[in-house]
């Protein structure tokens, strides 16, 4: 059975399944299956990846809640949030990182601190201007709030948990 993943690469929020198959492991985004085989070079942040049969090669950094791949210049940040081991769908409206009327908004950290205060649980109903949470960044309390009304569907972290920039924090629903 798949394991779902919403993984956010750069500005692009992505549904990503990965399972174990007869023929080795394979990954679908996008409504499209490739098979995989990735290797660690030694003990480096260096992996060779081959996809769909064509070799790779890339750097990943472990960062809080993702990873960032280098290749050659440029740096890729992902995100991922398990979606559970069940092959759950992912809710029906579509997921946004920014926050608008027609989709789910995954409220993502802007900066790098400590999560100091949760103002919000999973059910609880917000409008806009709501302080969600408090990050800690630089020894000052920034609060985060709500640019539009909904309905908080997960909270990701917890109090004195440290984030970085782009991880998410809660999904707020359309109401």
């Not at 081991?85 to 908004?105: H, K, T, V, Y």
Request: net charge positive.
């Amino acid at each position: 059975m798949a394991e779902k993943y919403l993984m956010r690469l750069a500005d692009a929020l992505r549904e990503v399944e990965v399972e174990e198959g007869p023929k080795g492991l394979r990954v679908r985004v996008k409504k499209r299956w490739h098979t995989v085989s990735l290797q660690r070079i030694g003990h480096t942040s260096l992996f060779s990846l081959i996809l769909d049969n064509r070799p790779h090669e890339f750097f990943a950094e472990e960062r809080s809640g993702g990873f960032d791949i280098l290749i050659g210049p440029r740096r890729y940040p992902v995100l991922l949030e398990t979606r559970g081991r069940q092959a759950l769908p992912l809710p029906a409206r579509a997921l946004a990182a920014e926050p608008s009327e027609a989709a789910d908004w995954l409220v993502l950290s802007p900066m790098m601190g400590i999560v100091r205060e949760i103002y919000v649980s999973a059910g609880d109903i917000v409008r806009a201007g709501d302080i969600l949470v408090v990050v800690e960044a630089m020894k000052m309390n920034n609060d985060l709030k709500a640019r539009r009304p909904g309905r908080v569907q997960e909270v990701y972290v917890s109090a004195g948990e440290r984030v970085e920039p782009g991880r998410a924090l809660l999904l707020l629903a359309q109401e």
